[in-house]
């Protein structure tokens, strides 16, 4: 790296440690590793399946759960039942609609003060606010989970999800807005695999072969069992590795191959995983599905939201303990090197049986039947007329001086998310995003609706940027790591880079938004409207759930007359006058 740019960045560092000194967080009780197996998530079923697809009922609300043999079992939240929530297992092109019913508790397990802050204007939802986003879907905006679409305790909403699109590894989770960090923390997170039968027909470990892990990070300092999570807005890092909802957990496994679907499910955290002395990770698919070839990783890094489908080969580790390690520092900030705080070193660990698992080493096979994955396309050699328009969007480390919460914030192109909305792209259109951060941090930045490419990354001189100039480049541009090239949703833009990217916006238009997936810069309004208009210059259709600051009282859609399944379309509304469920966390 040039001088210039560590320079740059070391400056634009030193400044933001010295306005947002953060407060000393507690540190969690020695745990005693390995104690507990890996759990697998359940997988829901359909409460019917007709002709019109699949339909499923799940609440979220509190569910019982121990992340510890030596801790007691605690109160925390979930969907159907149980944190991590269960597994979706959908179809390619088959729909499955979903009522998601509310059972969350009028007062929040975890601390939600207010935010307060100079110019956002944003009132605070209800604590027992939710609102469900299937994260990867195409999908149109009013299943998407907009951020003030959120229903309240004894409500419901029915979301559908057409499945019109590859097959990939999604996860939904909680997005209230000011509230996605407490609410994913304390447990709406879980899978969503979407499949079809050309997948079938490539030999993929299935079955129990297949694990789901979902990583996440917790501060467990007292004898209660009780995560704690501070009122903070710079960011979170928990010092206990989670894994499916236990800490430190092991899996025994046979001497053959596995498939894993990662998910970096930590609210600020990033991972670079490595199995030092173990097998090799051959990563087949990232955010938006499968590579057409499997790519061979030494070490997987992942920020928060992102997802990787690796495939672990233990043939010939017969006997053997391998321990999961993570070496990314915090903060992160994409530069190689570095070190993981001390109990967050060590993941999860694999006891290899003893018995022979597999008569020869796994073949990885081709994957281009399932891939449909055109070349990665170079900037400068992209077709005349494909692009309608270049973004220059540069995130920024601003002040806020009246502030009672925090002393910084980070922004999208300078605004914040009740300001009017400036990245509005045709529908079916194509466009380059170029990201330009501007601050210490690498940010993991997410689009709703879309999966696109990474086309290239490139150093530019932070101190000399000048917003709607050019940046002073400081070098070449440079590919994307191999295992970055297929189709994406979520980004890694590092500090004094900028990160280009190649995004088509099919089909739907209206309201969805865009931002960085470090959940509590995401909270503290780095996130932004994605309004796709249509061609015939209509105006697109109105947010779900209200806009600019005004939050409705969770009564965001009209009475709607039940469809022939007994089901409503929308919200229950009924003057706040709800039939509670009769037991929290009940799925079918």
């Keep these: 790296m040039k001088p210039a740019r560590i320079l740059a960045i070391l400056s634009v560092g030193m400044l933001f440690c010295a306005m947002c000194a953060m407060a000393q967080l507690p540190t969690s009780l020695n745990l005693t590793r390995w104690a507990q197996p890996l759990p697998k998530p359940h997988v829901f079923e359909p409460v019917k399946q007709t002709c019109d697809g699949d339909h499923y009922d799940i609440t979220m609300g509190v569910v019982k759960h121990q992340f510890h043999p030596s801790l007691p079992v605690v109160d925390i939240y979930g969907y159907g039942g149980t944190y991590p929530g269960g597994t979706f297992e959908a179809v390619v092109n088959r729909p499955v609609h979903v009522t998601w019913r509310n059972s969350l508790p009028e007062k929040h397990i975890l601390p939600t003060e207010p935010l307060e802050m100079e110019g956002m204007h944003m009132e605070n939802p209800p604590d027992s606010a939710g609102v469900v986003h299937l994260h990867g879907a195409l999908i149109d905006p009013k299943d998407d989970g907009f951020s003030m679409d959120w229903i309240t305790r004894g409500q419901k909403i029915q979301y559908h999800y057409t499945n019109e699109q590859l097959p990939l590894t999604m996860w939904y989770h909680d997005h209230v807005m000011t509230r996605t960090r407490v609410n ?108 057409n070839e499997p790519v061979r990783v030494k070490q997987l890094t992942m920020g928060p939201a992102e997802r990787a489908d690796v495939i672990i080969d ?46 020869r080493p796994y073949c990885i096979p081709s994957l281009r039947g399932v891939a449909h994955l055109p070349p990665l396309p170079k900037l400068d050699d992209l077709p005349d007329g494909l692009v309608e328009k270049v973004r220059d969007l540069p995130m920024e480390l601003v002040r806020t001086p009246n502030s009672t919460t925090a002393a910084v914030m980070f922004l999208l192109n300078g605004l914040q998310f009740h300001d009017e909305p400036t990245e ?165």
């Design 314 to 359: 233990f043939y010939g580790y017969e006997g053997e303990t391998i321990t999961l390690r993570n070496s990314a520092p915090v903060p992160f900030n994409g530069l190689p090197g570095g070190d993981a705080v001390e109990g967050f070193r060590e993941v999860m660990q694999f006891r290899v049986r003893q018995d022979k698992g597999a008569k």
């Design 184 to 291: 994913v923390y304390a447990g709406l997170a879980g899978f969503y695999l979407l499949r079809d039968e050309d997948e079938h027909e490539l030999g993929l470990p299935k079955g129990r072969y297949e694990m789901p892990l979902i990583i996440q990070d917790k501060i467990l300092p007292s004898t209660d069992g009780m995560p704690f999570y501070p009122f903070e807005w710079g960011a979170f890092d928990g010092d206990v590795p989670v894994v499916n909802g236990k800490a430190y957990p092991y899996f025994e496994v046979k001497a053959r191959a596995y498939r894993f679907r990662f998910l970096n499910g930590c609210n600020s955290r990033f991972l670079r995983l490595t199995l030092p002395d173990g097998p090799t990770f051959w990563q087949i698919g990232s955010d938006g599905g499968f590579f």
């Design 424 to 588: 509005t792209p045709l529908v079916d259109s194509t466009e380059v995003w170029n990201l330009i951060n501007l601050t210490p941090l690498t940010h993991p930045i997410h689009l709703h609706l879309v999966q696109f490419r990474v086309l290239q990354r490139r150093a530019f001189n932070i101190t000399s940027f000048v917003k709607g100039e050019e940046p002073q480049y400081l070098g070449e541009p440079r590919l994307p790591d191999l295992n970055e090239q297929g189709w994406k949703d979520t980004v890694r833009s590092n500090p004094g880079d900028v990160t280009t990217i190649l995004v088509n916006f099919p089909k739907y238009v209206g309201w969805f938004v865009w931002h960085c997936h470090m959940l509590e810069h995401e909270d503290h309004d780095m996130m932004r409207p994605l309004v796709v208009l249509p061609r015939d210059g209509s105006p697109p259709p109105p947010p779900p759930g209200g806009h600019n600051g005004h939050y409705t009282d969770g009564h965001t859609h009209e009475d709607e007359e039940e469809d022939d399944h007994g089901e409503d379309d929308g919200h229950d509304d009924d003057d706040g006058d709800h039939e509670e469920e009769e037991e929290e966390g009940h799925a079918h």
